[in-house]
């Protein structure tokens, strides 16, 4: 079984950074996308960042310039970045791997629990 556990977050005041590890274990072949999501309080889950293990990354247009994603392969684990934080980047971040291969056939689709960050004074 394939699991991915976050770690980092925490609270911290506005202008403040926080690093986001997640570190996928089990039985794994290779995963292609890691990414992050975050989703605050009565409001929809919404895409942070990916990257693939090519190194290409993307990000949402409201982190672009303060949050840096990153990962290490040998590793299976990615990181999160986050300076700048605002108070509307207050949220339950969650990792998640869309496909992660398993088997030369199989492939699973893997979230984190989450972890919570909030920006606040």
């Known amino acids: 079984q394939v699991q991915l556990v976050e770690s980092g977050g925490g609270l911290v005041q506005p202008g403040g950074s926080l690093r986001l590890s997640c570190a996928a274990s089990g039985s794994i072949l290779s995963i292609d996308i890691m990414g992050w999501y975050r989703q605050a309080p009565g409001k929809q889950r919404e895409l942070v960042a990916t990257?693939?293990?090519?190194?290409?990354?993307n990000y949402a247009d409201s982190v672009k310039g303060r949050f840096t994603i990153s990962r290490d392969n040998a590793k299976n684990t990615v990181y999160l970045q986050m300076n700048g934080l605002k108070p509307e980047d207050t949220a339950v971040y969650l990792c998640?791997?869309?496909?992660?291969?398993?088997?030369?056939?199989?492939?699973?689709?893997?979230w984190g629990q989450g972890t919570l960050v909030t920006v606040s004074s």
């Open positions: 990257i693939s293990s090519g190194g290409y990354s």
């Open positions: 998640n791997a869309p496909s992660v291969r398993l088997t030369t056939r199989s492939t699973v689709t893997v």
